[in-house]
């Protein structure tokens, strides 16, 4: 008996609460918290009310994954980017640096990554994400990655790399990127031409969205190789929706094989 | 072995007209003469799809020797985007392949490939370098 009492009771505290919370669900239904809207859905007008606003960005958007294959523009070879037109002027050491280059000591037949300027005109897909503080380049090729940052931090000693030290910021329509701090790459201009880079190179970038389009006009200087600054301009499409990045994961083996088809320049 | 010849053939080779997987990671030139192109028929070993180039190997027939070539071709992530894995050509195959022969003395390689087809004359590869304008 005791216990069909307690039951009794209980039962009446649920429905007391089950009734409390379906009149709290009426109250929002009139207008205090907006209900979910389904996917996809626009929410409800109210009477009289304005149109929401568009939110606006705080900056450009240039996020995505982005086509760099040569559906968007010709293949990196040696006279591409760099054409006639916008060819590097060495200086002395550029050139006997290049006349002395053999490919045999590339270090990308080890699997070392591309750098810039090489490494924005390799022909695969991009990824780019920002957040407030920074900016991420993921690259196809390489499995490489850069980081570019907004925050105002500057590079120490300790940020001598491959990719170098990039920092951004917005101005107007276009992220533009101010990268330094880079090792002495022998192959450090791009993949074709023998020319070297030294940790005096500085590049900079300029990404700009134009009719849907990725676009980027990039400029280096290395007074240690190059008489004045050179400069190329391409472009990323739109990747499909839903393309991910493949995998690159570089295998030293195939990577090197194809040494021992060439005459060496050293013996 | 069902494999039949090696043709060297020497002469103007009209490039970019037939230059199937593109390679984009180094020039093919100090490697592979583009003035020349080589055709081998022989049976295909295996196919080793990886970055940041993919080999096929053929074992041919030269004049009774067994000799393995070595044909390079696009990256992983290119092949991939062609659909173009180990079961598309599987070992035992006999192919038909050319392209430009390797400069090394006494290599057995090939890179740029022109034609690429089953021993049966049915196409496996074929594509072309798009043309568009640069951007400039």
């Not at chain 1, 920002?130 to 925050?151: I, S």
């Not at chain 1, 990725?214 to 050179?230: G, H, I, S, Y």
């Not at chain 1, 994961?249 to 040494?259: F, G, K, Q, T």
């Amino acid at each position: 008996m005791k216990s069909q009492g307690m039951r009794r009771t209980f039962g009446l505290l649920a429905f007391a609460a089950l009734l409390t919370m379906t009149r709290g669900v009426g109250a929002r239904q009139a207008g205090q918290t907006p209900p979910p809207i389904a996917p996809g859905a626009k929410p409800p007008a109210s009477p009289g009310a304005k149109p929401p606003a568009e939110p606006v960005s705080r900056f450009p958007d240039i996020a995505g994954m982005w086509n760099g294959t040569p559906r968007a523009r010709p293949m990196n070879s040696e006279n591409f980017p760099w054409t006639k037109s916008n060819y590097p002027v060495l200086n002395e050491r550029g050139l006997a640096y290049q006349k002395a280059f053999d490919e045999a000591v590339a270090p990308k037949y080890d699997c070392v990554p591309s750098s810039s300027p090489a490494i924005q005109y390799d022909p695969y897909f991009m990824q780019v994400v920002q957040w407030p503080d920074r900016v991420v380049f993921r690259y196809e090729k390489d499995d490489a990655m850069r980081t570019v940052w907004l925050d105002g931090r500057k590079p120490t000693v300790q940020d001598y790399s491959l990719q170098g030290f990039s920092v951004g910021r917005y101005e107007g329509n276009a992220l533009i990127v101010d990268t330094d701090h880079f090792l002495f790459d022998i192959t450090g201009f791009d993949d074709y031409n023998g020319i070297p880079s030294s940790t005096l190179k500085k590049v900079t970038e300029k990404y700009w969205k134009e009719n849907g389009e990725l676009r980027l006009t990039l400029t280096l200087e290395d007074p240690l190789f190059l008489r004045q600054p050179a400069s190329y301009t391409t472009r990323w499409l739109a990747a499909a929706p839903g393309y991910q990045l493949e995998p690159w994961e570089c295998d030293p083996e195939s990577s090197r094989a194809p040494i021992k088809m060439m005459i060496p320049k050293y013996k | 072995m069902n494999a039949k010849r090696v043709t060297v053939v020497v002469g103007a080779v009209l490039l970019g007209a037939l230059a199937a997987p593109v390679i984009a990671h180094h020039s093919s030139a100090p490697f592979y003469d583009p003035t020349k192109t080589v055709e081998i028929t022989g049976e295909v070993t295996k196919l080793h799809i990886k970055n940041p180039h993919s080999f096929l190997y053929v074992t041919v027939d030269e004049k009774g020797q067994k000799a393995e070539w070595q044909v390079e071709m696009g990256t992983g992530a290119q092949l991939a985007r062609n659909n173009l894995t180990v079961d598309t050509l599987k070992p035992g195959t006999m192919i038909k392949v050319s392209g430009q022969p390797s400069r090394a003395e006494g290599s057995k390689g090939m890179c740029c490939i022109k034609t690429l087809m089953k021993a049966d004359g049915s196409a496996i590869l074929r594509g072309t370098v798009p043309k568009e304008p640069p951007l400039r």
